[in-house]
C-alpha cells in the first residue's frame, strides 16, 4: 500500500518536461549569473511538482464536492448565464454537476500531454514551475466556477456577473505577474510571430505585458465590485482593450528592431 501510495504522489507531481535552467539575469555586479536550477530535487522541479500535486489535489475535490451536492439539486440546473447574470443555458442534474470536474480532468490531462507533442521551436523545460504555476491557477477559477453553480442550482442568491468577471481578473493578475518569468516558447505566453521570431522581442514583449495584464486584472476585480450588472461587460471591454494594445505594441516593437538591425547590416 505504501508503495501504491508513493507511485500516486510522485504521479501528480509529474511535469511532462525535464530539468533545464533558466534565464541567466545580470547579479548585483552587472554578471551574468544562473537564476535557478531545474534539475532533479532543484527549486524549479520542487515548485513544478508542487503546484501539479495541488492541481490534481484540486480537481480530486471537484468531483468530491460534486457527489456530495448532487442529492441537494434539481432535476434540471442553470450551467450558462447572460451578460447581465441570467441563467440561459440548462443541464440535466448529472450532466450539470459533473460536466465541470470532467472539463477539469479532461484539461488537466491536455495540459500535460501537450508540451510532449509541440512542435518545438524553443524549449519550455526551462519554466516548468510557471507552467505548473498557470495550470494550478486555472484549475483553481474552474474549480470555484464549479462551487458556484452548484450553490445557484441549489438555490443559494449569488451575484454570479459579479463574482465571474472577479474570478476571471484574478486569473489575469497571476498571469500578468507571471509574464516577465517566461522565456521564448510555443506553448504559454503572448505567442505571436514576431516574439517567436526574436527573443529580444519576446523579452520585451512580455517585460512590459504583464504588468499590462495584472493591471487588466486589478481593474476588472475592482471594476466588478462598482459596475454591477454590467460587470462581465465591461471584463470584455478591459480584455480585448489590453489584448489589441499588447498586439499593437509588440508588432511596433519588432519593426522597430528590425529597422536597427537592417541599419547596423548597412553600416557594417
Known amino acids: 500500500m505504501v508503495q501504491i501510495a508513493t507511485l500516486i504522489w510522485d504521479a501528480m507531481g509529474w511535469c511532462p518536461m525535464q530539468a533545464a535552467v533558466r534565464y541567466p539575469p545580470k547579479g548585483s555586479q552587472g554578471e551574468l549569473r544562473q537564476r535557478d536550477s531545474a534539475g532533479d530535487g532543484g527549486p524549479v522541479a520542487r515548485r513544478s511538482a508542487m503546484f501539479m500535486r495541488l492541481?490534481?489535489?484540486?480537481?480530486?475535490?471537484?468531483?468530491?464536492?460534486?457527489?456530495?451536492?448532487?442529492?441537494?439539486?434539481?432535476?434540471?440546473?442553470?450551467?450558462h448565464?447572460?451578460?447581465?447574470?441570467?441563467?440561459?443555458?440548462?443541464?440535466?442534474?448529472?450532466?450539470?454537476?459533473?460536466?465541470?470536474?470532467?472539463v477539469m480532468t479532461l484539461l488537466m490531462v491536455l495540459l500535460l500531454v501537450l508540451p510532449r507533442y509541440n512542435s518545438v521551436k524553443f524549449s519550455l523545460t526551462a519554466f516548468q514551475d510557471i507552467y505548473?504555476?498557470?495550470?494550478?491557477?486555472t484549475i483553481a477559477m474552474f474549480f470555484c466556477i464549479e462551487v458556484l453553480a452548484l450553490l445557484i442550482a441549489a438555490g443559494v442568491d449569488l451575484p454570479v456577473v459579479i463574482i465571474m468577471p472577479m474570478l476571471i481578473g484574478v486569473l489575469f493578475i497571476v498571469m500578468g505577474a507571471?509574464?516577465?518569468?517566461?522565456g521564448r516558447n510555443t506553448t504559454m505566453g503572448i505567442r505571436?510571430?514576431?516574439?517567436?521570431?526574436?527573443?529580444?522581442?519576446?523579452?520585451?514583449?512580455?517585460?512590459?505585458?504583464g504588468p499590462v495584464f495584472a493591471g487588466?486584472?486589478?481593474?476588472?476585480?475592482?471594476?466588478?465590485?462598482?459596475?454591477?450588472?454590467?460587470?462581465?461587460?465591461?471584463?470584455?471591454?478591459?480584455?480585448?482593450?489590453?489584448?489589441?494594445?499588447?498586439?499593437?505594441?509588440?508588432?511596433?516593437?519588432?519593426?522597430?528592431?528590425?529597422?536597427?538591425?537592417?541599419?547596423?547590416c548597412l553600416q557594417n
Do not use: C
Not at 492541481?55 to 450551467?79: D, K, M, Q
Not at 466588478?224 to 489589441?244: K, P
Open 216 to 264: 487588466a486584472g486589478v481593474l476588472v476585480v475592482l471594476g466588478s465590485l462598482v459596475t454591477g450588472m454590467w460587470a462581465m461587460a465591461l471584463m470584455l471591454v478591459i480584455i480585448l482593450g489590453v489584448t489589441v494594445y499588447i498586439v499593437v505594441w509588440s508588432y511596433r516593437l519588432a519593426k522597430k528592431e528590425t529597422g536597427m538591425e537592417k541599419k547596423q
Open 81 to 102: 448565464w447572460g451578460l447581465h447574470g441570467e441563467a440561459n443555458g440548462f443541464a440535466d442534474r448529472l450532466s450539470g454537476t459533473f460536466g465541470l470536474p470532467a
Open 178 to 182: 507571471l509574464m516577465p518569468h517566461i
Open 192 to 209: 505571436l510571430p514576431w516574439t517567436l521570431e526574436s527573443e529580444e522581442v519576446w523579452k520585451k514583449t512580455h517585460e512590459h505585458g
Open 132 to 137: 505548473a504555476i498557470i495550470i494550478f491557477a
Open 55 to 79: 492541481s490534481w489535489g484540486v480537481v480530486i475535490l471537484s468531483w468530491v464536492i460534486a457527489f456530495l451536492a448532487l442529492p441537494y439539486l434539481p432535476e434540471v440546473i442553470p450551467v
